[in-house]
C-alpha cells in the first residue's frame, strides 16, 4: 500500500507524500524497541540521533496502534505521533541501517561493509535484528557444523541458512512454503558469494527431505507443535534440532512436544527462546 496523499489530510497537492510516523525519544538501549517493533507493519527507520527514532508506518492505523502499545510498553520513553513529508527519508533512514553482531557471525545490509553475511532489508523477512534469529545465530556456533548437512526450516530471507554454510556446513537446505521467501532467499544467496544453499519452495509436512545433521526451525510456538514429530524424524540419530519462533508462556508446551528429545542448550531474549535438543 502506498503513503497517503495532501489530499488525504485536507491539502490540494496529491503528488506531496505524506507518512504517519512515531517520533521517540529517550532512548538508551534501542535493542528492546527494535525487537517491539518486529510487531507493527513499518516502512522505515530513521535513526535521527542517538537517542532519537523516527519510525514510519504503512499507514495511521498500525502507527496510532503502535502507539498506544509502544507507550505502555515503555513508558519512560517520550514517544509522539508525527506525519511527515516525503522529503527522500527512506534512503536515509535505510541507509543508517547497522549490522547486527552474534558472536562470529554478523548480519548487515549489503553497504555496510566489511561484512559475513549481506542480508538485503526487506518488510517479510528477518534481517538479523529480531531476538529469536539473534539466538539462533549463537546457537548454531554453539554446535559443530562441520562437513554437517544442514536443513533451515522457514528459511525466509536465507539468514540462518547462509550462517550454517559460513560455518563449515557441507551442505544445506532452507525450504519455505512462500514462494516470495525463497526468492528473497535466493537474491541474498547472490550477495553472499561462496555460500551455498540449495533453496526449496514446499511444505516441511509433505515434501520428501532426508534427514540431516541439524535441523533449525525458527517458527512460531503452534507450527512448531505441529510439525514437532516431522522435524523429529528429520533429524538424525546424533543430530541436533534448534527450535525458536516462541515465547516463555508457549516454552512448556513446545518442548513437550518434541518428547524423546533432551533439551541441550536454552537461551532467552526479551522474552523470546531458542532451545536446542538432541535425541
Not at 47 to 58: G, I, K, L, P
Not at 151 to 162: E, K, M, N, Y
Not at 222 to 240: F, H, M, P, Q
Request: hydrophobic share 45%; glycine share 8%; aromatic share 6%.
Amino acid at each position: 500500500m502506498g503513503p497517503p496523499s495532501r489530499e488525504r489530510f485536507g491539502e490540494t497537492d496529491p503528488l506531496s507524500r505524506i507518512w504517519p510516523a512515531l517520533q521517540v525519544s529517550g532512548l538508551s538501549d534501542t535493542d528492546p524497541l527494535q525487537v517491539a517493533l518486529t510487531d507493527y507493519d513499518l516502512a522505515a527507520i530513521d535513526e535521527t540521533s542517538a537517542d532519537s527514532w523516527r519510525v514510519f508506518f504503512q499507514n495511521e492505523t498500525e502507527r496510532d496502534r503502535a502507539a498506544r502499545e509502544l507507550r505502555g510498553r515503555f513508558p519512560a520513553l517520550s514517544i509522539a505521533t508525527v506525519d511527515v513529508e516525503d522529503e527522500d527519508w527512506a534512503a536515509r533512514s535505510q541507509a543508517s541501517l547497522r549490522a547486527v553482531q552474534v558472536g562470529r557471525i554478523i548480519v548487515a545490509p549489503p553497504w555496510d561493509a566489511p561484512i559475513t553475511i549481506v542480508i538485503q532489508p526487506s518488510m517479510g523477512f528477518g534481517t538479523g535484528h529480531h531476538a529469536t534469529t539473534r539466538l539462533c545465530l549463537g546457537a548454531l556456533q554453539r554446535i559443530d557444523l562441520q562437513e554437517k548437512t544442514v536443513l533451515d526450516v522457514g528459511t525466509g530471507s536465507g539468514v540462518l541458512a547462509i550462517a550454517a554454510g559460513r560455518l563449515g556446513a557441507a551442505e544445506v537446505t532452507g525450504i519455505d512454503d512462500d514462494a516470495v521467501a525463497i526468492q528473497a532467499a535466493w537474491e541474498n544467496l547472490a550477495l553472499n558469494p561462496g555460500a551455498t544453499v540449495t533453496l526449496i519452495v514446499g511444505d516441511i509436512r509433505t515434501t520428501e527431505i532426508r534427514p540431516v545433521d541439524a535441523v533449525i526451525a525458527n517458527l512460531t510456538g503452534g507450527l512448531l507443535i505441529a510439525t514437532a514429530d516431522r522435524l523429529k524424524t528429520l533429524t538424525n540419530a546424533r543430530g541436533r534440532l534448534i527450535i525458536s519462533g516462541f515465547q516463555t508462556h508457549e516454552e512448556s508446551d513446545v518442548v513437550t512436544a518434541f518428547g524423546g528429545f533432551t533439551v541441550e542448550l536454552r537461551t532467552e531474549e526479551d522474552g523470546w527462546v531458542c532451545v536446542t535438543v538432541k535425541e
